[in-house]
């Protein structure tokens, strides 16, 4: 069983930097995969980024490429998304999630997920 909370949600003008962070319970975080999924109203939750359980394989979604990075630190039960050059279209609720399965853009590949955060960008 993993618990997550995350943390570090708010407002931001365009341009600007948000970081992040999901802290996990568990002894057993370092062997799942971690994700960020957003959801903005209106829409579905969409795949944002993921990191394989020990940090070296990682993925993102094409729009987020070059501004968003995932990072994890296993001794500490920690992911977080360091998001730069925030746009408008960014605002939505941040989700972390923890997957057995391998780090996957696939939504239901994962097995535990965080309440969200709110990240919300003016223009």
């Known amino acids: 069983q993993v618990q997550l909370v995350e943390s570090g949600g708010g407002l931001v003008q365009a341009g600007g930097s948000l970081r992040l962070s999901c802290a996990a319970s568990?002894?057993?975080?370092?062997?799942?995969?971690m994700g960020w999924f957003r959801q903005a109203p209106g829409k579905e939750r969409e795949f944002v980024a993921a990191?394989?359980?020990?940090?070296?394989?990682?993925y993102y979604k094409d729009s987020v490429k070059g501004r968003f990075t995932i990072s994890r630190d296993n001794a500490k039960n920690t992911v977080d998304l360091r998001m730069n050059s925030l746009k408008p279209e960014d605002t939505a609720v941040y989700y972390c999630?923890?997957?057995?399965?391998?780090?996957?853009?696939?939504?239901?590949?994962?097995?535990?997920w965080g309440q969200g955060t709110q990240v919300t960008v003016s223009s």
């Open positions: 990191i394989s359980w020990g940090g070296r394989t990682t």
């Open positions: 999630a923890a997957g057995s399965a391998g780090p996957t853009i696939t939504e239901y590949e994962y097995d535990y």
């Open positions: 568990g002894r057993t975080f370092s062997s799942y995969a």
